[in-house]
């Protein structure tokens, strides 16, 4: 006889582990164990399961009907505009400059990776509007990528509630959107200009097959999402970064993410306030 | 140990792989790849191979990394295998007070601030007059860590010291959270050096004393302090206040100044401040400020919780807000206007919202909240219902009346409702079967919990005539209730369909007859096969076992990782040599079930097998050992 419902044990937090790791690279360590049960509950309600281990192995037998709801389940969305600005300040002039002339002519190329509903890839967009001169001719184009269809949704939709404004000062939220108001509640849309050059599709940072391009990026922002990764996911992550930004170009992590130690492919550098690791010539 | 070796294995695969075959290393040779390993850059590698050493290592041997001043990493690696060992380590580490050379001692004094076991209080206040410095300065430390308030006597004694002794004392001090140290403390709060520490420590200790001590000194120093830090410590003191202090003078007007500072987190703290105040001064703007920083619905905030005067306008809010709202409610369910819960329960709730709302209505049992509750229940998607009828009870009276007088309500959920305030078996039973197939099988997926009425069905008669209709409801419900009866039935649509959940109950009812028909399902290799492997572990008994042991050899790796998991389920002793042999195991799911079945049949060569188990590489494997091993 079952009971109505049990609590993730630590044997089937290891075999999730094992499974998001090699799915998405996540991991939840022992800590955090009630977050991760209370994120697969709903799954276990909507599967009519009273088990996590009978979830997971529902997810051995229907990972492909399961996939969507299970990315969506386990995936931290937390993000905000101007978050962590110190690095898209130190896209200088100069910087883009240097970018510019060592990539493919005329093309600016970005990859946000992990980009949950667009926050960071139309923050680095509204940042690298404003260098004009730097752009110059260039054009720019930056892709998101992101494993939750419904967050991609949310970022081609662009309207955003307030707590993803909530750095942004008066002047700020009236430059850069513009306000509505719904059922839902009050909702800010990005003005148009800011959305220009900036598109998004589905990826898995472990997948390089899913990546919107084959050509080599000037730089990958991945900004606070490899902190929940496994280290096998890590250095998968690391090693398809690699291959996704062209000699000489940059990659970006979250200011507690270090990669140091982990890869060969990458040079630590100092930009101003913030560390970002330049693809070496192997 | 074979001097500072370099780490040989240059690559990260190469150290994953070498961890993998530790555990069928020879002894000698794996405590000298353990001794390579902790060299790594790699935090992962270097984490289970001092996990592995904390296991592996000889007491003799640890005691001499600690004593290689010339090697760092070993030295280093020696205490985080002596904090490791946990309790397992302490007489030890005891023993190593008394040594000779002062850095061992030091060492010693660290794993014990990280045991923090009250049976060292006495020999760490012998090590208070030791004549190394850093040792007493560590021993001040761990005496805090311990948190006995005997020893503060001892500790105030070094506010007069050197300055590392002194600020290693107002940590202690903030530590032991004894009110008796607060005047003490606020004496040191101008000092260079131990203000910012001393002000931790009073924030630590809390109490109205400390507060006013904080609040005072802010007052006086808020153009020169940071005000960052002391804010937060200052909303922490507030928060931890059973009721709202009288705030000194001229600290609202201070504060509000702040209110809109460009730091983000001076502003958050500062209406921490002014909400646990109880000021009511820019109540809806320091509640937006807490918002944007505090993310957790399920948690009220901690400047909020004596605030029952925010209920009616957090209701009104939405998202976080209204779900602190109904966390209020549920404090304060008498201080609640039933007019403001009644009109926030006519919104549909956000997922992080479900939880407040059912702790809330739990404790307001106003008539009209009953009656709104009936709206909110038909409001939420199906597979949440369920999660409602413990509410179904407490307003029992507003929703019969509610039901009586609402029309419009479908006849599936007029039945729960019904069946769910109380109505008899027999009129329950009779409304499902008025029902048609479709809606009688909605209700019966929401009433499964009511074991007697369900008991009563007709589930075979159903099961006959309508199996795909009826065949998931009751398999659900034979698993919940164990209801036997309807194994044959279940088994014949197993053998017309392949179903995940027939499996699955099959399993559940440990019906052996389906043995023979669950082990056909195994060839040719099927998507089910690791559900099928579960099931034939909980079915257990000796044809299920024979299954289960040839698939332990299969060459497949997914279905021998099931097979010995459910083999380990109903294992029996004459099983255990397979698991004796499977120790060294690639795979660590299979080591798991070995530490499992070795643990639960205690002879003297499983015992052998479960000390190789203790010292995996796989935290969870170890663990499971060593706890079997202790008992």
Redesign the interface.
């Known amino acids: 006889?079952?009971e109505?419902t049990a609590s993730l044990t630590?044997?089937e937090l290891?075999?999730f582990n094992?499974l998001l790791a090699s799915k998405f690279g996540l991991h939840f360590p022992e800590h955090k164990l009630e977050i991760l049960e209370s994120r697969l509950q709903?799954r276990l309600?909507?599967n009519?399961l009273?088990r996590f281990?009978?979830y997971y192995?529902?997810l051995?037998?229907?990972l492909k009907r399961e996939l969507d709801p299970l990315t969506r389940a386990i995936t931290n969305n937390?993000s905000y505009f101007f978050r962590e600005t110190s690095q898209f300040e130190a896209l200088d002039n100069h910087l883009l400059d240097e970018l510019s002339q060592g990539g493919r002519a005329g093309k600016l190329r970005f990859l946000s990776a992990g980009c949950s509903s667009g926050e960071e890839p139309y923050t680095l967009n509204i940042f690298l509007r404003g260098f004009p001169a730097a752009l110059g001719k260039d054009t720019l184009r930056i892709d998101g990528i992101d494993i939750d269809n419904q967050r991609l949704e949310m970022a081609e939709l662009a309207v955003y509630?307030p707590?993803s404004l909530?750095?942004l000062n008066q002047q700020q939220c009236s430059r850069y959107f513009a306000s509505r108001s719904g059922a839902g509640?009050a909702g800010f849309e990005l003005r148009p200009a800011f959305r220009r050059g900036v598109r998004f599709s589905r990826g898995n940072i472990l997948d390089p097959a899913s990546y919107p391009s084959s050509e080599p990026y000037d730089a990958v922002f991945c900004r606070n999402v490899l902190i929940y990764f496994s280290?096998?996911g890590l250095?998968a992550a690391i090693e398809n970064f690699a291959r996704a930004v062209r000699i000489g170009g940059l990659l970006f992590l979250g200011h507690s993410e270090s990669i140091?130690?982990?890869t060969k492919a990458f040079q630590a550098e100092r930009f101003g306030q913030c560390i970002a690791y330049r693809r070496k010539d192997s | 140990m074979s001097g500072a070796p370099q780490p040989f294995e240059t690559t990260w695969q190469e150290c994953i792989e070498l961890l993998d075959r530790l555990p069928s290393m020879p002894v000698e040779e794996r405590l000298d790849a353990i001794e390579r390993l902790i060299r790594n850059p790699s935090p992962g590698v270097r984490s289970r191979s001092l996990r592995m050493g904390a296991a592996a290592i000889p007491d003799e041997r640890l005691k001499e990394y600690l004593r290689a001043d010339a090697d760092d990493v070993l030295r280093n690696a020696g205490l985080e295998m002596l904090k490791m060992r946990g309790n397992r380590g302490f007489s030890l580490t005891l023993l190593l007070l008394k040594d000779d050379d002062p850095d061992v001692v030091l060492q010693a004094v660290i794993v014990l601030t990280h045991l923090r076991d009250p049976r060292a209080l006495e020999p760490l206040r012998s090590v208070l007059h030791h004549p190394d410095p850093n040792v007493v300065q560590e021993a001040i430390v761990a005496i805090g860590q311990i948190g006995d308030a005997r020893a503060i006597p001892d500790l105030l004694g070094f506010l007069e010291a050197d300055s590392w002794l002194q600020m290693a004392a107002v940590q202690a001090l903030g530590n032991l959270r004894s009110p008796v140290a607060v005047p003490h403390l606020k004496g040191l709060l101008t000092d260079f050096m131990a203000g910012p520490l001393a002000a931790e420590a009073l924030a630590r200790i809390g109490g109205l004393n400390a507060f006013k001590a904080l609040a005072q000194h802010w007052l006086r120093f808020r153009n020169e302090v940071d005000n960052e830090t002391t804010l937060g410590l200052l909303a922490h003191l507030l928060e931890g206040l059973a009721n709202a202090p009288q705030a000194p003078d001229g600290l609202v007007v201070a504060l509000d100044e702040l209110l809109d500072n460009d730091q983000e987190n001076i502003r958050v703290a500062v209406a921490r401040c002014l909400l646990a105040l109880e000021t009511g001064t820019h109540d809806a703007e320091a509640l937006n400020q807490v918002a944007s920083s505090h993310r957790e619905a399920a948690i009220l905030p901690a400047c909020i919780h004596h605030r029952s005067d925010l209920i009616p306008h957090l209701l009104a809010q939405s998202g976080l807000q209204r779900a602190w709202g109904f966390l209020l409610v549920a404090r304060f369910p008498k201080a609640t206007p039933a007019s403001a819960v009644v009109a926030a329960l006519q919104h549909s709730p956000t997922p992080d919202q479900l939880g407040p709302i059912l702790r809330a209505l739990s404790k307001v049992r106003a008539p009209e909240v009953g009656s709104a509750l009936l709206g909110f229940y038909l409001r939420l998607p199906e597979e949440q219902r369920t999660s409602v009828h413990p509410l179904i009870k407490v307003h029992r009276r507003a929703l019969l009346d509610r039901l009586a007088a609402d029309d419009d309500i479908d006849p599936p959920t007029r039945v729960v409702l019904s069946a769910l305030l109380g109505g008899s078996s027999g009129d329950v039973e009779t409304s499902l079967l008025e029902l048609g197939a479709q809606d009688r099988v909605r209700a019966l997926h929401e009433l499964l919990e009511l074991e007697g009425v369900m008991r009563g069905l007709p589930w075979l008669r159903w099961l006959e005539e309508a199996p795909e209709t009826y065949g998931a409801v009751a398999a659900e419900f034979a698993s919940r209730a164990g209801l036997r009866d309807l194994a044959p039935n279940f088994r014949e649509m197993l053998k017309q369909e392949t179903r995940p959940f027939l499996i699955r109950t099959l399993g559940e009812l440990g019906d052996r007859e389906s043995v023979p028909l669950l082990i056909e399902l195994l060839e040719p290799e099927t998507p089910f096969e690791p559900l099928v492997l579960e099931s034939l572990g909980r079915v257990g008994g000796p044809e299920a076992r024979s299954a289960l042991r040839a698939a332990t050899s299969s060459g497949r790796p997914q279905r021998e990782r099931m097979a010995y998991r459910a083999l380990a389920r109903c294992a029996t002793e004459e099983d255990d040599e397979i698991f004796r042999d499977a120790t060294d195991h690639s795979d660590w799911y299979v080591r798991l079930s070995c530490a499992e079945v070795l643990g639960r049949f205690s002879r003297p060569e499983n015992l052998a097998a479960l000390a190789q188990l203790a010292a995996d590489p796989v935290p969870i494997v170890a663990q499971r050992a060593l706890s079997f091993l202790e008992a």
């Open positions: 006889m079952v109505a630590l044997e290891a075999l094992e709903p309600f909507a009519r009273h281990m009978d192995l529902l051995q037998y229907d937390e509630r707590t909530r750095v509640g280290e096998t250095k140091i130690g982990l």
